[in-house]
T-cell receptor, first 114, second 114 residues
Framework: DQQVKQNSPSLSVQEGRISILNCDYT??????FLWYKKYPAEGPTFLIS?????DKNEDGRFTVFLNKSAKHLSLHIVPSQPGDSAVYFC?????????????FGQGTILTVHP | DTGVSQDPRHKITKRGQNVTFRCDPI?????LYWYRQTLGQGPEFLTY????????KSRLLSDRFSAERPKGSFSTLEIQRTEQGDSAMYLC????????????FGPGTRLTVL
C-alpha cells in the first residue's frame, strides 16, 4: 500500500529552466509534507517542508505547493542548476503518534543539463 | 564532523549470519529513527527511539530484527539469521524535540546478504 507516490521516476531539464517534481498521497491523516534530496553515497538531506494549513512555502529557488483537495504536492526549482541533480523524495507525516514517522515516496531522479 | 554517522558503511554477509549496525546521532538529538531502503524505493520506517525508549516498531521489523539505544545516545540494529531479502540500505536519522519531521540522516549501511 503505497501511501505516497512519485509517479515520475526521472526528470531531465536544462540549466536555468524550471524543474517541477510531483507527489501524490492517499492518507487523509497526513498533515505535514517534506522534500528530501539525496546524492549518491549520502543520506537524504532535508530541503523544504509545508504544513497542511498552508498551500505554498518558498525558500530561495525552492517552492513547495500543496493541493489538499487533490492530495497532491509539487516542488518547483527555479532556476535549475546542475548541482540540483539528485534523487528527490517526497515524504509525509501525521500528528499524534504519527508525528515524526515519515512515509516516503519512491523518489524522482532529477538531472539538470548544463 | 557533527552529523549522523553510521558504521559500517558496507557489510557483506552470508545467509544465516547475524549482523549488527551502529548509528551515532547528532549529540543533542533525543529522537533516533531507523529506516530501510531497497532499490528504486524510498526509505521505509522501521523503528524509533525517544531517548532510550523504543516507542514504535513497524510490522516490517520481524522478530529477527532488534534495535537498542541503551544510554539514549548511539543505537544498534541487529539482524539475526540474515536472509537475502534483508539486503538493503539501512538508514539512521536523528532529530530534536519540536522538529521531529525534519530529520537528519546518516549515510547508511549497505547490507548485502549472499
Amino acid at each position: 500500500d503505497q501511501q505516497v507516490k512519485q509517479n515520475s521516476p526521472s526528470l531531465s531539464v536544462q540549466e536555468g529552466r524550471i524543474s517541477i517534481l510531483n507527489c501524490d498521497y492517499t492518507n487523509s491523516m497526513f498533515d505535514y509534507f517534506l522534500w528530501y534530496k539525496k546524492y549518491p553515497a549520502e543520506g537524504p538531506t532535508f530541503l523544504i517542508s509545508i504544513s497542511s494549513i498552508k498551500d505554498k512555502n518558498e525558500d530561495g529557488r525552492f517552492t513547495v505547493f500543496l493541493n489538499k483537495s487533490a492530495k497532491h504536492l509539487s516542488l518547483h526549482i527555479v532556476p535549475s542548476q546542475p548541482g540540483d541533480s539528485a534523487v528527490y523524495f517526497c515524504a509525509a507525516s501525521g500528528s499524534g503518534t504519527s508525528y515524526g514517522k515519515l512515509t516516503f515516496g519512491q523518489g524522482t531522479i532529477l538531472t539538470v543539463h548544463p | 564532523d557533527t552529523g549522523v554517522s553510521q558504521d559500517p558503511r558496507h557489510k557483506i554477509t552470508k545467509r544465516g549470519q547475524n549482523v549488527t549496525f551502529r548509528c551515532d546521532p547528532i549529540s543533542e538529538h533525543n529522537r533516533l529513527y531507523w529506516y530501510r531502503q531497497t532499490l528504486g524505493q524510498g526509505p521505509e520506517f522501521l523503528t524509533y527511539f525517544q531517548n532510550e525508549a523504543q516507542l514504535e516498531k513497524s510490522r516490517l521489523l520481524s522478530d529477527r530484527f532488534s534495535a537498542e539505544r541503551p544510554k539514549g545516545s548511539f543505537s544498534t540494529l541487529e539482524i539475526q539469521r540474515t536472509e537475502q531479502g534483508d539486503s538493503a540500505m539501512y538508514l539512521c536519522a536523528s532529530t530534536i524535540a519540536g522538529s521531529y519531521n525534519e530529520q537528519f540522516f546518516g549515510p547508511g549501511t549497505r547490507l548485502t546478504v549472499l
